[in-house]
């Protein structure tokens, strides 16, 4: 649910070419059928001549409710088509979780 809201949201704020949204919150250490983790790859020309600090404000502006209603991190890939045909449509892994707060050593 939370995820299917992430994607309308982006897609009517960005209106992109190429958008997915995973839940990677079975990655970390939360309970199950948490949805708090997140990769976002998205690509629109609306980052053109953006730095990703500012598309990566715009899109946390885009998901306040979200953000501030239990989605713990966002893992942020933000191209534009040129950018994105650069990479050969690949990206980065997301890194093994650290453990977090709730880990124990």
């Not at 939370?2 to 309970?31: C, G, M, T």
């Not at 690509?43 to 713990?72: C, N, P, W």
């Not at 890939?77 to 880990?103: F, I, M, N």
Request: a negative charge.
């Amino acid at each position: 649910m939370v995820r299917e809201q992430i994607e309308a949201k982006l897609k009517a704020a960005f209106e992109p070419v190429f958008l997915d949204v995973v839940d990677e919150s079975y990655r970390h250490n939360v309970p199950a059928g948490s949805e708090s983790h997140f990769k976002v790859v998205i690509v629109s020309d609306k980052f053109q001549g953006e730095r990703f600090l500012v598309r990566h404000r715009s899109i946390y502006s885009a998901l306040l409710e979200e953000m501030t209603g239990g989605v713990h991190a966002l893992a942020l890939h933000t191209y534009t088509e040129k950018e994105w045909k650069g990479l050969q449509d690949t990206v980065p892994a997301s890194p093994p979780c650290r453990g977090g707060a709730g880990s124990v050593a």
